[in-house]
């Protein structure tokens, strides 16, 4: 089986690569289907206005003339007469035999039937004026100027909001023929038809993104979870096998000839053998606690307890402790009131705990200060040491459960790494507050805030 540790970076760096490829494919892909449906546009507006000059085409009309000059003088008519010729087809333009009306409403049928905008566009009719073959707008709706001045501008092909397109309305193009001009959205056209798309694109990439940091944040916490519970296993095999050890060794002893008719030393080995059994217990009794903290399951009894009394009862009990650390407890207990609910059990455990720990991880001489003062809702107990202090990541996970600081030796320190988790939950269930404060190199500050109402 190949190790986390290995495998972790392996699967990380393979995710961060697909990921980038499949956001390298969206943006690439996001760009060509807007290109091709530009392209689709493009073609879909020829279409219309080639739609539209085959409408007026075979819609178109003719005008008959009489072509008419004046020939012999006439004494009838003033010495005049006139010469009727045969009669001549006249051009009839579309902005003649159509209104403006009606031409919109022919460009909007054809937009429909393209599936493009209805809504927003112009369009303009320019031809030549009758006698003189010059091309002017003979027709134009109130916004086109406008556009046209502004495609006009921008040279037409780099404009990205509007297209142009313009068509000769003549079936046979002559000099100065009527033309078609059509302007027509493009961009806001083509963005709200890949909105969908785009947003989904995006959406599923955000997607992916999350389950990627939830991915590794998992993986990151499987591994601390692998490092804690290996550490974990460490420390219950030495603690447990210490008194194990011991057990076997008094047991070996009291089988011995000599000792067995000595009463005083199997009453000594005895005991010895019922210290470690309490001692492992406790330790068994300690994990038991764990879990059923972990489940809600553990009850409070709760009942009127002087703190002070707790505290001092505590210190007195952890002499041999201090005094293998060449250690002093200063108490200040300056509360007024020092009575507070909670569980007489409980309560003692976590004083017990907070200075047991002051205890381990310190060195010589070790000084502690516990001091107790009421505010108006709320009494404190504050517990400081001058021990070897901790790290700020150490400071953000000592009340994980089985983490344990790092002292330079795994085993140089007894414990399974439960103790403060302990505390902070005990504090929590007494509806308590507990905060860390601490230097590396010059000790620690535990502060501990619990109701009085």
């Known amino acids: ?23 390298y494919i969206q943006v690439n892909w996001i760009k060509n289907a807007v290109v091709i449906k530009n392209k689709q546009l493009d073609q879909r507006a020829i279409e219309v206005v080639n739609e539209v000059r085959e409408y007026f085409i075979s819609h178109r009309g003719t005008t008959v003339a009489l072509r008419i000059s004046p020939s012999s003088p006439d004494p009838m008519n003033g010495g005049l007469s006139f010469d009727f010729g045969k009669p001549q087809v006249v051009r009839s333009f579309v902005s003649d035999r159509f209104t403006p009306a ?44 406008k556009l046209f001045n502004i495609l006009a501008h921008d040279s037409l092909q780099q404009n990205k909001e509007y297209k142009m397109k313009v068509i000769m309305l003549d079936e046979n193009l002559g000099p100065n023929p009527e033309q078609l001009f059509l302007i027509t959205p493009t961009q806001d056209e083509v963005v709200r038809q890949l909105t969908i798309m785009i947003i989904g694109g995006i959406s599923f990439t955000l997607i992916i993104i999350t389950a990627f940091a939830l991915t590794i944040r998992t993986m990151l916490n499987q591994k ?58 406790k330790q068994v009794e300690t994990i038991l606690q764990s879990a059923l903290l972990e489940k809600d399951e553990i009850g409070l009894k709760l009942q009127a307890m002087d703190v002070h009394y707790v505290i001092q009862h505590t210190v007195d009990n952890l002499q041999l402790q201090l005094a293998n650390k060449n250690g002093v407890v200063d108490l200040q207990l300056n509360a007024v009131n020092p009575v507070i609910m909670a569980d007489d059990v409980h309560f003692s455990n976590v004083v017990f705990n907070l200075l047991d720990n002051a205890i381990k991880y310190s060195k010589e001489n070790l000084e502690v200060t516990i001091n107790t003062y009421n505010t108006r809702k709320s009494l404190f107990i504050i517990i400081t040491d001058n021990g070897i202090g901790m790290s700020r990541d150490t400071i953000s996970r000592i009340f994980e459960k089985f983490y344990r600081a790092h002292t330079g030796n795994v085993h140089n320190v007894k414990g399974f790494g439960l103790g403060l988790s302990y505390v902070k939950a005990i504090v929590d269930a007494h509806h308590g507050k507990i905060k860390v404060e601490s230097v590396v190199g010059k000790g620690s500050k535990f502060t501990l805030e619990f109701p009085q109402e």
């Open 1 to 23: 089986m190949i190790p986390l540790k290995r495998i972790f970076p392996v699967i990380v760096v393979l995710i961060t690569v697909s990921l980038f490829g499949i956001i």
């Open 102 to 145: 009606e031409i919109e409403k022919v460009i909007i049928n054809s937009l429909k039937n393209h599936r493009l905008d209805t809504n927003h566009f112009e369009f303009a009719i320019a031809g030549p004026v009758a006698g003189i073959g010059t091309a002017v707008w003979r027709m134009q709706t109130p916004g086109f100027q």
């Open 224 to 281: 601390k979870l692998s490092e804690i519970k290996s550490d974990f296993i460490n420390n219950m095999t030495h603690e447990l096998k210490t008194p194990l050890a011991t057990i076997s060794l008094a047991i070996d002893a009291i089988g011995n000839e000599k000792v067995m008719d000595n009463k005083d030393k199997i009453r000594y080995f005895s005991g010895i053998i019922k210290e470690e059994n309490k001692r492992m217990n």
